[in-house]
């Protein structure tokens, strides 16, 4: 085994709310938005709290800050954005009842959970769907009572059957259930439609990352190689657990067509550590003219350290493939590995 192994474990890191309101708090109308920092300038999650408690008290946000402000308080489950999401459950704006409908599922009490429900049958399926992810926030047997009604609704598309499969694992605490929500999103996975798949195949490796459910799901979709996306998913999601089968193919993988299933193997060199790493990396950029390739090379061999690193990227340099933008990256990525401290994550 690795001593110092980066294993990285994949974040199914959703954070939409956080994507939406940007970090911003709109003072006022006639002032542009700030950053919630602290003093050193860095983003600071008590500030960025408190401008959410400021925007919804004061009703001084823009649409996407209220969204953001409903859903980064509703996880603390803070009664401002309990009021405001109940409020918002009927606004003009579907952005807002979005917001609404995932705020509300953090809440346990019975008004939030009818205001949840009435969310189930919004005119907007983006809308819906939220209102479906909302429920898999909490446990609870009403909770799991609605979404197997839910799934004898006729006519599901295969998105929204696959967030309620979701939301039905998270919701429930029945493992006989919880097992049936697994295979169904397997087999979405493996069989709906590209949407619907590589979304079964994020919250499959979200949800149950070391379920034998999920990595046999994520082989199978690599040796399928039908949807780029959820392939470099996938690669991701195997590699972040140093599974043996992803290491004996990343080789293969590395050959793709695909500049996303390549980027994906070359992000996951430093986390299964094949004895090939450098190999597979130098053949891949050799004859690479995709930039945002070239660009995870570069950042990967700083990962990989060493002198290995510093003669890669001196050779990528001497190459003359790179176009000015790169090689200022690759120069500056030498200097940093030649002045980093030793510390190979592949080391035995």
């Known amino acids: 085994m690795k001593s110092n192994q980066v294993l990285g474990l994949l974040a199914a890191v ?52 209220i969204y953001g402000a409903m859903i980064r308080l509703a996880r603390n489950q803070e009664a401002v954005a309990r009021t405001e999401a109940l409020k918002r459950v009927s606004d003009t704006d579907p952005l807002l009842r979005e917001g609404a409908a995932q705020a509300l599922g953090f809440y346990a009490d019975d008004e939030s959970f009818a205001a949840l429900k009435r969310l189930l049958s919004d005119k907007e399926p983006s809308v819906r769907k939220f209102a479906v992810e909302g429920l898999g926030s909490r446990t609870g047997e009403l909770r799991e009572k609605e979404l ?7 006519e599901l598309d295969d998105s929204l059957r696959v967030s309620i499969h979701a939301s039905l694992y998270k919701a429930t605490e029945h493992a006989d259930v919880k097992d049936a929500q697994l295979k169904k999103l397997s087999e979405l996975a493996l069989a709906g439609d590209e949407a619907a798949n590589t979304e ?3 919250l499959l490796s979200s949800i149950a990352p070391e379920s034998p459910v999920t990595m046999n799901v994520m082989r199978q979709k690599v040796s399928q190689a039908k949807n780029e996306r959820a ?13 043996e089968w992803i290491r004996r193919n990343l080789k293969t993988l590395a050959a793709n067509q695909s500049a996303r299933i390549r980027v994906a193997v070359i992000q996951s060199l430093h986390r299964v ?8 990396l130098g053949d891949i950029v050799k004859k690479e003219k995709d930039t945002q390739v070239l660009r995870a090379g570069i950042e990967e061999s700083l ?22 933008d790169l090689t200022k990256i690759a120069q500056a990525t030498k ?5 980093a401290q030793p510390g190979d994550p592949c080391a035995k």
């Not at 939409?16 to 006639?30: I, R, S």
């Not at 919630?36 to 008290?57: F, H, I, K, M, N």
């Not at 550590?273 to 597979?280: A, V």
């Not at 200097?335 to 002045?339: M, T, V």
Request: a negative charge.
């Open 14 to 65: 959703v954070a939409v709310a956080g994507l939406a309101a940007g970090g911003y708090f709109f003072w006022n109308k006639n002032r542009p938005l700030t950053v919630a920092t602290d003093e050193s300038g860095q983003y600071s999650e008590e500030r960025q709290l408190q401008r959410d408690r400021e925007v919804l008290e004061t009703g001084r946000g823009t649409p996407h800050e």
């Open 148 to 154: 197997l009604a839910l799934l004898e609704q006729p």
């Open 200 to 202: 079964a195949v994020s």
């Open 231 to 243: 392939v470099a998913l996938a690669i991701r999601q195997l590699s972040s657990r140093d599974d």
């Open 273 to 280: 550590c094949p004895d090939d790493r450098w190999t597979i």
């Open 303 to 324: 990962i990989l350290s060493g002198e290995r690193a510093v003669q890669f990227l001196q050779e990528l340099l001497n190459s003359g493939t790179l176009d000015e």
């Open 335 to 339: 200097e940093k590995a030649e002045q």
